[in-house]
């Protein structure tokens, strides 16, 4: 009887080793694709089922720094170009330098 519980402890603890190295395998992975442009961290995504990413992994955290860039207080803005909202023309940061006036983006759905 005690070699048998031995035994069944030891599987246990070489269960819980397995899947804390599968869990720490597959947050890496999460993460790595994080970091990815978002187009293919999205085709990434749509493969895993349902709510797994965000139930088994600190998503969320991950997301956080994954997503947290390199900008500090009182960097310049990065340059980039927007389409105008119907399409007419593109308009780029880098045409406001030296202005004297702000430039506010606004980013949401106003539908």
Partial sequence: MHVNRRLLVRRLLIGLVVLAVLWIAGTVAIYRVMLRP????????????????????????????????????????????????????RIQLATFTGQQQPVVLVFGSYT
């Fill in 38 to 89: 978002p187009e293919k961290f999205a085709s990434v995504m749509a493969k895993i089922p349902g709510p797994v990413a965000f139930l088994l992994f600190p998503f969320e955290t991950l997301w956080t720094h994954a997503r947290a860039g390199k900008l500090q207080i009182g960097d310049p803005a990065p340059g980039f170009a927007l389409m105008k909202l119907d399409h007419s023309e």
